[in-house]
């Protein structure tokens, strides 16, 4: 009897060490590093109204035939405003087409944000209800993706791209998907 009581008192103990143990573990883990399914599969159709051009339309296949950035953004997005000059340096060093898809954003807001800071796009297509970012698996504004010449996602960064993950993770890779053409 007295064996079960000391038991009694142990469960609660245990769950606690438990718990806390499972919260340090997820405390350690890098927020940014959130796994995609999409990795090495073809990247999700879309086809969406040209910001810039409402009665044409971007579609994933305008990206086939070279290794290409997929830039999820928004107007209202402090993430995006953070990247921009390094995606309008991508842009005038030709290393890679940028593509973009405008989410959950206003078109009028979206056009005037370009014009003010730079369009380092080669197309946006906007995806104001996020058909597209569900599709994609988009957490949140910024996200990019590698798509490789073949339409494949081969790469997925979420929150704003530095230098040191364009130079670090990104070139490396672009460089070996453009030698595979």
Same mark, same amino acid.
């Given at each position: +009897?007295?064996?079960?009581?000391?038991?009694?008192?142990?469960?609660?103990?245990?769950? #606690?060490?438990?718990? &806390?143990?499972?919260?340090?573990?997820?405390?350690?883990?890098?927020?940014?590093?959130?796994?995609? &399914?999409?990795?090495?599969?073809?990247?999700?159709?879309?086809?969406?109204?040209?910001?810039?051009?409402?009665?044409?339309? %971007?579609?994933?296949?305008? +990206?086939? !035939?070279? &290794?290409?950035?997929?830039?999820?953004? $928004?107007?209202?997005?402090? $993430?995006?405003?953070?990247?921009?000059?390094?995606? +309008? +340096?991508?842009?005038?060093?030709?290393?890679?087409?940028?593509?973009? *898809?405008?989410?959950?954003?206003?078109?009028?807001?979206? *056009?005037?944000? %370009?014009?003010? =800071? $730079?369009?380092?796009?080669?197309?946006?297509?906007?995806?104001?209800?996020?058909?597209? $970012?569900?599709?994609?698996?988009?957490?949140?504004?910024?996200?990019?993706?590698? *798509?490789?010449? &073949?339409? =494949?996602?081969?790469?997925?960064?979420? !929150?704003? %791209?530095?230098?040191?993950?364009? #130079?670090?993770?990104?070139?490396?890779?672009?460089?070996?998907?453009?030698?595979?053409?």
């Amino acid at each position: +009897m007295f064996f079960i009581k000391k038991i009694k008192f142990f469960i609660p103990v245990f769950l #606690f060490v438990g718990l &806390v143990l499972v919260f340090a573990i997820g405390l350690d883990r890098d927020p940014g590093e959130v796994p995609s &399914v999409f990795i090495d599969k073809p990247a999700p159709s879309f086809n969406l109204p040209k910001l810039l051009a409402p009665k044409e339309q %971007l579609k994933n296949t305008d +990206m086939l !035939g070279q &290794v290409s950035l997929l830039n999820i953004w $928004g107007s209202w997005c402090v $993430g995006c405003a953070q990247e921009h000059e390094l995606l +309008m +340096m991508i842009a005038r060093e030709g290393v890679v087409p940028i593509y973009g *898809i405008n989410w959950k954003d206003d078109r009028s807001d979206a *056009i005037s944000w %370009l014009n003010r =800071f $730079g369009n380092p796009y080669k197309s946006v297509g906007v995806d104001r209800n996020n058909y597209t $970012g569900i599709d994609y698996g988009v957490y949140g504004a910024p996200e990019t993706f590698i *798509i490789d010449s &073949v339409g =494949f996602i081969r790469y997925k960064h979420i !929150g704003p %791209l530095t230098r040191d993950i364009w #130079f670090d993770e990104f070139v490396p890779l672009i460089e070996s998907l453009k030698a595979e053409i």
